[in-house]
């Protein structure tokens, strides 16, 4: 079992940032990778970015060159840098622990672009 615990999240205007951070209850080395989703309001769950054991990253296109996904392993920890925010990049944002057997996800933080 590995809970995550997601932070960060808030009411930002158009154009600002934020850094959500997702904290494991297990050492991230053992994930295969780990992932940030979001969900807008009347949508379904999105994948935004991962991370994975080796370091690779890849993102939505709807993303790049706008947010960053790290980790730091001693801390057992994930983040997602966010800049250049936009109005809808408004969702509930999630973490995913991408298990060999099992996948597990966090409870979500909200994230608030105003326009």
């Known amino acids: 079992q590995v809970q995550l615990v997601e932070s960060g999240g808030g009411l930002v205007q158009a154009g600002g940032s934020l850094k959500l951070s997702c904290a494991a209850s297990r050492n991230i080395v053992s994930a295969n990778g780990m992932a940030w989703y979001r969900q807008a309001s009347g949508k379904q769950r999105e994948w935004v970015a991962t991370?994975?054991?080796?370091?690779?990253?890849s993102y939505v296109d709807a993303v790049k060159g706008r947010f960053t996904i790290s980790r730091d392993n001693a801390k057992n920890t994930v983040y997602l840098r966010m800049n250049s925010l936009k109005p809808e990049d408004t969702a509930v944002y999630y973490c995913?622990?991408?298990?060999?057997?099992?996948?597990?996800w966090g409870q979500g933080t909200q994230v608030t672009v105003s326009s």
């Open positions: 991370i994975t054991k080796s370091g690779w990253t």
């Open positions: 995913k622990w991408d298990g060999s057997t099992l996948d597990y």
